[in-house]
C-alpha cells in the first residue's frame, strides 16, 4: 500500500525560506511532484522531477526561488527560497509510480505573511 507523508510547511516572514518533505513508501516512484491550491484558485504545478529523465519543471511563477530534489529514491523536497505573500497555500505532493498509479499527499499549509 502506497502511503506519502508530508511535512515542513508553516508560518513565514515574506523573504523567508521553508522546506517541504515527501516520504513515499510501497512501491518505486517515477515521478515526484508538488503542486499548491490558494483558497479559491484551482490546484497549480509547482515543481516535477522524474526519475528516468532526470528532468526537473518549475512553474514560471517559482522559477529561481524554488528548487525540486529527490533527498533519496522515495523523498521528495522542495527548497523554497525568497517566499511571497501569493505563495500562501495548501502544498499537496503527488506521486506517480512503475504501475502508472498516482497519489496524492494530505497536504500541508504554508502560509507568507508579515
Known amino acids: 500500500q502506497v502511503q506519502l507523508v508530508e511535512s515542513g510547511g508553516g508560518l513565514v516572514q515574506p523573504g523567508g525560506s521553508l522546506s517541504l518533505s515527501c516520504a513515499a513508501s510501497?512501491?518505486?516512484?517515477?515521478?515526484m511532484n508538488w503542486y499548491r491550491q490558494a483558497p479559491g484558485n484551482q490546484r497549480e504545478l509547482v515543481a516535477t522531477?522524474?526519475?528516468?529523465?532526470?528532468?526537473r519543471y518549475y512553474a514560471d511563477s517559482v522559477k529561481g526561488r524554488f528548487t525540486i530534489y529527490r533527498e533519496n529514491a522515495n523523498t521528495v523536497n522542495l527548497q523554497m527560497n525568497s517566499l511571497k505573500v501569493e505563495d500562501t497555500a495548501v502544498y499537496y505532493c503527488?506521486?506517480?509510480?512503475?504501475?502508472?498509479?498516482?497519489?496524492w499527499g494530505q497536504g500541508t499549509q504554508v502560509t507568507v505573511s508579515g
Open positions: 510501497g512501491s518505486s516512484f517515477i515521478a
Open positions: 503527488y506521486v506517480r509510480d512503475i504501475r502508472d498509479m498516482s497519489y
Open positions: 522531477t522524474n526519475s528516468r529523465s532526470g528532468d
